[in-house]
């Protein structure tokens, strides 16, 4: 069971060593919205890691496209990862898997479909990315959010496992490229990037965070935004508003 991290020794984890921190945008970064497209990094979040990238390397990693993450998190001079890593850029690296270029006719197909079923529930929204989609249900009724899904797999499953994939998030399936490529991987493909050795930091709060969390157990510091039992992070954060919190007392500790 995960920690409570301002309870623990993780300021001594973290003593004079070379730090990389990789944060989750929606519901870390910044609280989850009824609606995605109201999501932007607060003017103060966005001055206090503007302070921190002077200190550490900072990378965003999001299910959102990056075009779309760098609009709304609008900080220069660190890393962003987009469509859960398959779009990288910053500190040099500049990726693109290139599966997602075959696949994406699948998706958009997949999409239309799905967008034309949705029509039918108040509240539901088809979020379009470039190389995949999300079906936000947070604001359907609750009352027929099972019928809603079950629509929702009876169109997926027409399609090949090999072509598509779906993750589970809060109140969201997340509909990618059937690539074995996820933000654990991707955050491990940018720590190989660099010679010099640094202890990666995550921090996530939505079931798609777990790949990074299994990813770095071993070597690095991983906490979760909100307990759980079913968590595989080291720490917890109790909810989104400690990350700023936690952000200042980084700010502070790598000024000494």
Known sequence: MAEYLFHSNWLERINQQDI?????FDGTLVPIMK??????????????????KEKTKIC???????????????????????????QIEGYDIN??????K?????????????KEMVKGFEGAIVEKKSFSFTLHFRQVNPAIRKKLKKY????INTFKEKEIKIQNGKMVFEILPAIDWNKGK???????????????????????????????????????????????????????????????IMNEVLNV
Do not use: M, W
């Not at 990389?20 to 989750?24: P, R, T, V």
């Not at 197909?109 to 799905?114: G, K, P, R, S, V």
């Not at 929702?152 to 169109?155: A, G, L």
């Not at 990666?200 to 990074?212: Q, R």
């Open 20 to 24: 990389f921190i990789f944060f989750d």
């Open 35 to 52: 609606n995605p497209d109201d999501c932007y990094l607060s003017e103060h979040t966005k001055e206090i890691l503007s302070k921190l």
């Open 60 to 86: 965003i990693i999001s299910g959102r496209d990056i075009k779309d993450l760098k609009k709304r998190a609008s900080i220069e001079g660190i890393c962003y990862c987009g469509s859960h890593g398959l």
């Open 95 to 100: 990726y693109f898997n290139p599966e997602t």
């Open 102 to 114: 075959r696949l994406k006719p699948i998706i958009d197909e997949a999409y239309i479909l799905i």
């Open 152 to 155: 929702f797999f009876e169109i």
């Open 186 to 248: 991707s955050i491990s493909f940018i720590l190989k990037k660099f010679d010099k050795k640094v202890l990666p930091i995550f921090v996530g709060d939505d079931l798609t965070d777990e790949t990074a969390f299994c990813e770095l157990k071993d070597y690095g510091l991983t906490i979760k935004v909100g307990n759980s039992k079913k968590t595989v992070a080291k720490y917890f954060l109790k909810n989104q508003a400690e990350v700023y919190k936690f952000i200042k």
